[in-house]
């Protein structure tokens, strides 16, 4: 079980010389680190300090900032600032935004004078319109952008969906230019890594998300009814997803015999049903992953970051999802996976509705199984990342 | 009780010159850095004492090494943004920090301590900084004790006089040629970079050249470049709201721009009762405001500020009466200004 925190610092600087600096631009609310994308910086904060740096943030306040955040971000980083965003972030019609326009230049003084007190080694930005930034920094400092997701296009993804487009999407042309600013480029998915690759990108890492395992896999015991669960936030996917699923679920005509607890932003738009328990806000996600054995992801669709798959394995409890909630997973993935919600509630039906508590078990040894290739694969592209750091810085 | 008009005649005109001499040292770095002359590299300062330098501070960022621990956070200003802690490094906790910041710098700025044991460690900094080739500038009175531990890098480093008055500076010779035949305390210099910032909006700052060949100089700052928070719990409100802000039970501290006598003029806001009564104090001295305006935009409070004693920091303690401190909010202080004559 791999815990990052735990990791030893790979020794590529020579012993006696100081802690090389890395600068992370982010424009979200990094602490508690309660979305998907926050949670991802916060793995490359962990990733860079278990390699021996140490990290500063300028913060692009998008979200807020309060005494309480000023003094959890001091204590995380050794250098804060906090500029705050006056990015126009024009979206032109056909769901066109420009990189120029999303970018904020009221962010390059601040980076100028931080570089100049603290002198970076690495310059780390997150997403691809924060890339122009890198043009304040020398040859000298090496530019990392995160991607998080490839936006070139992002808008078609939705439409094909029937959905309105939602924030950023630009063109190729846009994209391209912003990854060839970077020394390297993080992609968050095998898939995607493969894509941009394919774009004549040559500076691509692909570097997955996972965390740290909080839970060991086992089954619990008691009376407790086997429970099934989906956390996630109001965004139009997971709506449009928790929907299509539970209205298949309905369709069946019969009750499904378990509970299914819904958790998240998402219940203010999921209707009532029966066996469906809506829990709302959950303060810290284990007293959701306790309550549950099994956690559902009915994803139709979606970008970047499939958090909901790869989250309940950090917490010791089996995922079963469609194909596109393992998007960038299916060539790790030992559990079942669906190609619709019509199968995976097959699925369901079929082999739950009589106990399932032999299944349960032998899901759970499937998703400990998935966990270690996870980590394994994990391992092996920060060890990549490292060697190429260590080139570089 | 400081009383207003003798503050400035407090000192004999002779040891005056000691006492004002960060102001030349802060108009002759502002001076260098506003012409380019050091590159993109960070002036640096080395100091046992809380001080600020805000003419300098008006070109970029600006580096302190400290040679003993301080209390106090302070904040510098951060374009489009909140304020940020100003970059100060205890020598002796993070002596790695220190000397690569050293190493980085572009000019060496060495307030020569009061006292012996600081001044052996600054020493031992100054020679890191003269081995990286970095611009050396030592200043202080002539009797300050820490010059003795001066001596051999002055003598190995080839530092040259330079002509301060009765203050004893000391420069690197590349430094040196810059300061020409009127040497640190040249008013033409001043008066032109006072004229530079003026136009470019860099800092609100007036000189004039008095009949007694002396300079007053006048400086407009954003109090939050000169609040400084005792405790965690002010220092994150200040920068969170970005004002200079005194605590919950009225108390708060002002980092004066140098060490010299000055006049200055505080405008405190959100205040519920008269003021009059505050309690003001630097270091060992009690201050009593020497006039108190009410007007729409909250109290003006003037003072009578005396030299700030060698070895101690260059903290104002200001405590408002109680009744003047809202029970659901913060004072503040809204405007800053402060006037010194330089000898």
Redesign the interface.
């Known amino acids: 079980m791999m815990d990052l925190s735990n990791t030893s610092p790979v020794p590529f600087l020579p012993s006696g010389l ?1 802690a090389p600096r890395v600068l992370v631009v982010s424009f979200n609310r990094l602490v508690p680190a309660d979305q998907g994308n926050a949670r991802r910086i916060m793995q490359m904060v962990r990733l860079y300090k278990a390699q021996g740096f140490e990290v500063d943030l300028l913060y692009h ?1 998008e979200e807020g ?4 955040l ?2 959890a971000l ?1 204590s995380e980083f050794g ?6 965003s ?1 990015a126009p972030k024009h979206i032109q019609p056909g769901h066109v935004c420009r990189i120029a326009d999303w970018y904020d230049r ?1 962010l390059e ?2 980076a100028r ?1 931080m570089h ?4 970076y080694s690495v310059v780390h930005v997150n997403y691809v319109w924060y890339a122009p930034l890198f043009d304040q920094f020398g040859s000298d400092v090496v530019k990392v952008l995160d991607t998080h997701d490839i936006f070139g296009e992002r808008r078609a993804k939705y439409t094909a969906a029937g959905m309105k487009p939602q924030w950023f999407s630009t063109t190729y042309a846009d994209e391209d230019s912003a990854l060839r600013r970077a020394d390297a480029a993080l992609a968050i998915q095998k898939e995607e890594a493969a894509e941009l690759a394919g774009r004549g990108h040559r500076n691509i890492l692909y570097l997955p998300y996972v965390e740290p395992a909080l839970r060991p896999f086992a089954p619990r015991g008691g009376d407790r009814p086997l429970t099934f669960g989906y956390l996630g936030s109001a965004n139009d996917w997971n709506i449009l997803s928790m929907t299509e699923f539970l209205s298949k679920v309905q369709a069946r005509g019969v009750p499904f015999p378990h509970p299914i607890v819904v958790a998240g932003g998402v219940c203010r738009h999921v209707r009532e049903g029966a066996g469906v328990i809506k829990l709302g806000f959950v303060q810290e996600l284990h007293t959701f992953y306790d309550a549950i054995d099994i956690a559902l992801n009915p994803m139709v669709g979606g970008t970047g970051l499939k958090i909901k798959t790869v989250e309940p394995l950090c917490y010791g409890r089996p995922v079963l999802t469609t194909l596109p909630g393992a998007q960038g997973l299916t060539h790790l993935w030992q559990l079942p996976m669906f190609e619709d919600n019509n199968a995976l509630t097959d699925y369901l039906f079929e082999n739950f509705a009589r106990g399932g508590r032999d299944l349960l078990a032998h899901l759970t040894v499937q998703a400990a199984a998935t966990r270690r290739a996870l980590d394994a694969e994990y391992d092996g592209q920060v060890e990549r990342l490292a060697r190429w750091l260590a080139s570089r810085v | 009780m400081i009383d207003a008009d003798s503050v400035l005649a407090s000192a004999p005109t002779s040891p005056r010159v000691g006492l004002v001499i960060d102001v030349w040292v802060d108009l002759f770095a502002a001076a260098v850095a506003r012409n380019g002359a050091l590159g993109n590299g960070l002036p640096v300062v080395l100091t046992d004492t809380l001080r600020a330098l805000p003419l300098l501070e008006t070109q970029g960022p600006v580096g302190w090494i400290h040679t003993a621990p301080w209390r106090y956070q302070d904040y510098m200003a951060v374009a489009q943004g909140q304020p940020a802690p100003r970059l100060r490094i205890e020598a002796a906790g993070a002596p790695g920090d220190a000397t690569r910041l050293l190493r980085r710098s572009s000019l060496c700025l060495a307030a020569v301590p009061a006292d012996r044991a600081p001044a052996i460690q600054m020493a031992a900094l100054v020679s890191k900084a003269l081995q990286a080739r970095v611009p050396v500038l030592l200043y202080g009175p002539p009797a300050a004790a820490g010059w003795p531990a001066f001596e051999g890098i002055i003598r190995q480093g080839a530092l040259q006089p330079v002509q301060a008055s009765d203050a004893r500076v000391l420069a690197s010779a590349g430094l040196a040629g810059l300061l020409g035949d009127a040497g640190l305390c040249d008013i033409e210099r001043a008066l032109t970079l006072s004229a530079q910032l003026a136009r470019s909006r860099q800092a609100d700052l007036l000189l004039e050249r008095m009949h007694d060949g002396r300079v007053k100089l006048r400086l407009r700052i954003d109090p939050v470049q000169v609040v400084a928070a005792g405790s965690q719990t002010l220092a994150h409100h200040i920068a969170h709201e970005g004002r200079a802000l005194f605590n919950s039970r009225g108390l708060g501290a002002i980092l004066l721009p140098w060490g010299a006598p000055c006049q200055a003029r505080l405008l405190l806001r959100n205040v519920r009762a008269r003021v009059d009564s505050s309690a003001i104090a630097l270091g060992e001295h009690a201050i009593s405001p020497t006039a108190v305006d009410y007007t729409d935009h909250g109290a003006f409070l003037r003072l009578a500020v005396p030299a700030v004693a060698p070895g101690q920091d260059a903290l104002l303690h200001l405590s408002l009466p109680r009744d003047a401190v809202p029970g659901d909010g913060f004072c503040d202080i809204g405007a800053a200004e402060f006037t010194v004559e330089t000898a």
């Not at chain 1, 900032?65 to 309480?68: G, H, L, Q, V």
């Not at chain 1, 250098?79 to 705050?84: D, K, L, P, T, Y």
């Not at chain 1, 100049?116 to 002198?119: C, S």
């Open positions: 100081a306040n900032f309060d005494p309480s000023s003094h001091t250098r804060v600032n906090v500029v705050r006056r009221g003084a601040a004078d100049r007190l603290r002198g």
